[in-house]
């Protein structure tokens, strides 16, 4: 039995050649530096911060060059599968707003010429090309089993060697054709390795886009690719899948990068162009003085979900990865406010070489700046749907009346300097709930504890009977003042602060307390948005209602 013959013997029913499907796979039709990438998460888990960062970065390197960001689900790993995987990092996706252009869809339907972008639809490929490798001699069968492997490492341990299967420790590599045979009619399970050409004592080098020149030892383990199950290693299939679509530069984290002397041996061995690599440092976050990388199992705000969960909205996450991409986004932004992220060119050379800290309260103030930059009215969507999925008595709110919470958010924000208080859409109920009447009863009970402990209530109360007496709500805000001052001065007020500390002894307070009695009375709180205007979109009616609640 020849090589060809074993060949056709393992894969009797794969009939074509590597040039057949590459010919069914042609090449895509760019301009001139245009980059294809990808994201290729395996379905083992959740969608990290980081891994968004990196998904951000081949997107924008993608788009930017008026090529194609696609998306391959890498599930050659079937025992390590969770459940509900893909459907996370399709949603996250979607929550951060970036968009594949092709590959699996949440509707069920794939996009895209290129597909199946699943690797395991796409097993009778890579038979392909392993049918092909074996042919020429470049791989072979192997039986050994978990035992047979063990007692190799065992030796090569004894005698302080490295441990795999390589050279003449690969002991398969070398079986007669008759052996082979002779294995196969046992029915005995086998996988397909690679018969490697490299030697530890020689070196690649290669230019990574990031880290720049990396030099290696070459890759002679006679890695697996093909498993017992017929479907290949992640090694094997992600050259073949990268081959077929097309993909010209893959980013991806840098613990990949220590199998890099076998995927640019892959590349070589199967005859195919090899991709451009990029190989980021991971997320790096605070642990109190001292930095260190998220954990995916520890840390909450790992999972790209979190964010989602908070009410943080996707492009204030994006926005703030952007900055850590590269560091001159900052000033780009500041130059450009209104600018949508995607005019930003992102520049490979200008990247963080050792880990980003990824720091929440930088995202919380970014976060602020874009939503404040957002009309009421997508104030109120957002937060309405967010509130669908997490917070339903806030949803129940919102949607009791449109007009009256979209009039809430429309207080210091069609202005210059709009407010920015909002970083998440959880920050709304606090920051707002006091407008709306449910909210307001629950916490009016506590409202007496927001007055200045030296207020007595009685004065209190009088100051805001007073009010209730004089108020018109024909009045501008500086007739408004004016008869809230002359409430103050009527009552002993001092006129300023400055006049009351001289001789804080005259005073019961000065006129800023005479406000805060009238701010507690209609919020509960002392600290809300500006009187006046607060008091203009709660409406007469509430406003009369929660003076005289107050009054008791
Ligand atoms: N499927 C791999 C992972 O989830 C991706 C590796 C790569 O991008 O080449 O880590």
Request: aromatic share 10%.
């Amino acid at each position: 039995m020849n090589q060809t013959e074993l060949a056709h013997r393992l894969f009797p029913a794969i009939e074509r050649l590597p040039e057949d499907v590459l010919s069914s796979y042609p090449a895509r039709k760019l301009k001139e530096g245009a980059m294809v990438t990808r994201f290729g998460p395996s379905p083992t888990g959740f969608l990290t911060i980081g891994g968004i960062y990196a998904t951000l970065i081949s997107e924008r390197l993608a788009h930017q060059s008026g090529g194609v960001f696609y998306l391959r689900i890498e599930d050659t790993d079937t025992k390590r599968e969770v459940e509900g995987s893909i459907g996370d990092f399709l949603q996250a996706l979607s929550y951060c707003g970036i968009d594949p252009d092709e590959g699996p869809t949440a509707s069920g339907v794939e996009t895209g010429e290129y597909g199946p972008y699943k690797q395991t639809e796409r097993a009778s490929l890579y038979h392909v090309f392993i049918k092909d490798l074996i042919a020429r001699g470049l791989a072979y069968p192997c039986f050994c089993d978990a035992d047979e492997l063990q007692q190799i490492r065992d030796k090569q341990q004894a005698a302080k060697l490295n441990p795999g299967y390589y050279g003449e420790w690969a002991i398969h590599r070398h079986l007669t054709p008759e052996q082979v045979e002779s294995e196969l009619a046992t029915g005995k399970p086998f996988v397909i390795r690679l018969k490697s050409p490299g030697s530890p004592d020689r070196r690649i080098k290669y230019t990574d886009l990031i880290k720049g020149e990396i030099e290696m030892p070459e890759n002679d383990q006679d890695i697996v690719i093909l498993k017992s199950d017929g479907i290949p290693t992640y090694h094997f299939a992600h050259a073949v899948d990268d081959c077929l679509m097309g993909t010209t530069h893959v980013i991806r984290g840098d613990d990949w990068l220590a199998s890099i002397p076998v995927h640019l041996q892959l590349f070589d061995i199967l005859g195919f162009r090899r991709p451009e690599y990029g190989h980021l440092a991971p997320l790096m976050k605070m642990d109190g003085t001292s930095k260190r990388k998220f954990s995916k199992r520890k840390d909450p705000d790992a999972a790209a979900r979190y964010y989602q969960q908070e009410g943080y909205p996707g492009t204030s996450v994006k926005e703030y990865l952007m900055t850590l991409i590269n560091s001159n986004y900052e000033e780009w932004r500041m130059s450009q406010p209104e600018a949508p992220y995607s005019e930003f060119r992102v520049d490979m050379n200008k990247m963080n070489v050792s880990g980003a800290l990824f720091d929440s309260n930088k995202l919380i103030d970014i976060s602020k700046v874009v939503i404040a930059r957002l009309s009421a009215d997508e104030v109120f969507e957002h937060t309405a749907a967010w509130a669908a999925a997490y917070d339903s008595e806030l949803e129940a709110t919102l949607l009791a009346d449109r007009k009256y919470a979209t009039a809430v958010f429309q207080i210091g924000r069609a202005v210059e300097k709009p407010r920015k208080d909002i970083a998440k859409w959880s920050n709304v109920k606090d920051l707002y709930g006091y407008f709306f009447d449910d909210w307001f009863n629950k916490s009016a009970a506590a409202g007496c504890d927001a007055l200045p402990a030296a207020m007595p209530s009685e004065l209190a109360k009088q100051i805001v009977r007073e009010f209730a007496l004089t108020l018109d709500f024909q009045d501008d805000r500086d007739s408004w003042f004016g008869k809230v001052k002359a409430i103050g001065e009527q009552l002993g007020f001092a006129k300023d602060a400055k006049t009351f500390k001289k001789n804080p002894e005259q005073y019961p307070g000065h006129i800023g307390d005479v406000a805060m009695i009238l701010r507690v009375a209609l919020t509960g709180r002392t600290m809300t948005l500006d009187l006046y205007d607060m008091m203009q979109v709660m409406g007469e009616a509430r406003v009369r209602n929660r003076l005289k609640q107050f009054i008791g």
